[in-house]
Each structure stands twice: as C-alpha cells, then as structure tokens.
C-alpha cells in the first residue's frame, strides 16, 4: 500500500525556517516525481515545489523561489522541503504527493496528475 507521511511543521517566527520531511513508502520511488502543495483557509491549494525523483529536476511557484529548496534522498525514499524566509503567508497545512506520469509533469505541479497523498502538516508563522 502507497504511503506517504510529513513530518517537520510547526509554529515558527517571521524570518524563520523549518525543514519538512516526506517520507515514501510502497510505491517505486524512482519512477515518480514529488511535489510539496499547501493550502491556507479559505484559499484553493497551491503546487508550491516538485522534484523528479529519476533526474532531480525540480520546479518552484514564483511564491517560494529563492526561499524554500525541495530536496530528495532516493536512498532513504525521502524528499525535503527546506523553507527559509518564511512569512505570515507561508502558514498552510503543507502535504507532499506522488505523481508517476512519466516522463515526470513538474511545471506547475499539477496537482491532477498526484495519485498518492499524505495526511498533510500544519505550519505556522507568526508576524
């Protein structure tokens, strides 16, 4: 059975960082590309960075680049995300997902093409 868990949110300071983990498990690692999504109240979800697993090309929303890093240990069947800089309007429940379209669809990160979903974590950054 596909599973993937998050771990790493939390409550954090403007200007702060937090890293968070997702780990893999059930599926090929490799034959996948990873994305990070979050989704705020009242607002729609956000692809915010994915990464292909085989290649380690990566995309990043305008929103986030140069803040945050997607990083992936295929040893370890695990992707980072690694959130620097982070402000008020970074606070979502954060949830990484799997997409097996190949090759990997990473502009954007089409959240249509994720067939596998964790359960999400909550981060939050105060002002």
């Known amino acids: 059975e596909a599973q993937l868990v998050e771990s790493g949110g939390g409550l954090v300071q403007a200007g702060g960082s937090l890293r968070l983990s997702c780990a893999a498990s059930g599926f090929t690692f490799d034959d996948y590309a990873i994305g990070w999504f979050r989704q705020a109240p009242g607002k729609e979800r956000e692809g915010v960075s994915c990464i292909s697993s085989s290649d380690g090309n990566t995309y990043y929303a305008d929103s986030v680049k140069g803040r945050f890093t997607i990083s992936s240990d295929n040893a370890k069947n695990t992707v980072y995300l690694q959130m620097n800089s982070l402000r008020p309007e970074d606070t979502a429940v954060y949830y990484c997902?799997?997409?097996?379209?190949?090759?990997?669809?990473?502009?954007?990160?089409?959240?249509?093409?994720?067939?596998?979903w964790g359960q999400g974590t909550q981060v939050t950054v105060s002002s």
């Open positions: 997902a799997a997409d097996p379209s190949s090759p990997p669809v990473l502009s954007e990160c089409p959240a249509d093409l994720y067939d596998y």
